[in-house]
T-cell receptor
Framework: DAGITQSPRHKVTETGTPVTLRCHQT?????MYWYRQDPGHGLRLIHY???????DKGEVSDGYSVSRSKTEDFLLTLESATSSQTSVYFC????????????FGPGTRLTVT | AQSVTQLDSQVPVFEEAPVELRCNYSSSVSVYLFWYVQYPNQGLQLLLKYLSGSTLVKGINGFEAEFNKSQTSFHLRKPSVHISDTAEYFC???????????FGTGTRLTVIP
């Protein structure tokens, strides 16, 4: 299994509070991604990173920000959590190859009350 | 842009019976195609991938898929399912040279004893 950990694994927070999710990899892969998974929608890309300090928006980036100060860590921040951000969040990594095959972390279940 | 359609949201099948999970994609460019499996409360695991070459791709756990360019399909098959195959299956597409995966909404396979 690819060395990807996510923390926390579960979190309950209140509307309006800031939340930061962490993804940590031990594979030294260049690309890192944040997805959210919701019933009926599959996985949708929030943001991705193609190197330290290099990030770009995905399909559903509104309300989220990211940072990558080290190769191994990719942080996802909800500045002011809303109930619509209740979801399961997955981090993924991929090598710098044409196939861009992605490996996924175990996920973080976030509930915003 | 790419998109993926998984026509069946749920597929029940009896143990030791064959199964086919359908996936159609749309893309204006050449693509890479993937099938991922998600067991309960876990992340996604790559089952198989099509990059180029032979259109019949074999993956882990006895699964295989066939790339059909004219029908823009990448259906997943297994000749005899086991209880342990009960999971959610996601089809995904990536444009060559791109670093984004686009996922279908998933098919929940339930194997009935």
């Amino acid at each position: 299994d690819a060395g990807i950990t996510q923390s926390p694994r579960h979190k309950v927070t209140e509307t309006g509070t800031p939340v930061t999710l962490r993804c940590h990899q031990t594979e030294n892969h260049r690309y890192m991604y944040w997805y959210r998974q919701d019933p009926g929608h599959g996985l949708r890309l929030i943001h991705y990173s193609y190197g330290v300090k290099d990030t770009d928006k995905g399909e559903v980036s509104d309300g989220y920000s990211v940072s990558r100060s080290k190769t191994e860590d990719f942080l996802l921040t909800l500045e002011s959590a809303t109930s619509s951000q209740t979801s399961v969040y997955f981090c993924a990594i991929s090598e710098d190859r044409p196939t861009y095959e992605q490996y996924f972390g175990p996920g973080t279940r976030l509930t915003v009350t | 842009a790419q998109s993926v359609t998984q026509l069946d949201s749920q597929v029940p099948v009896f143990e030791e019976a064959p199964v086919e999970l359908r996936c159609n994609y749309s893309s204006s460019v050449s693509v890479y195609l993937f099938w991922y499996v998600q067991y309960p409360n876990q992340g996604l695991q790559l089952l198989l991938k099509y990059l180029s070459g032979s259109t019949l791709v074999k993956g882990i756990n006895g699964f295989e898929a066939e790339f059909n360019k004219s029908q823009t399909s990448f259906h997943l098959r297994k000749p005899s399912v086991h209880i342990s195959d009960t999971a959610e299956y996601f089809c995904a597409v990536s444009g060559t040279g791109a670093n984004n995966l686009f996922f279908g909404t998933g098919t929940r396979l339930t194997v009935i004893p």
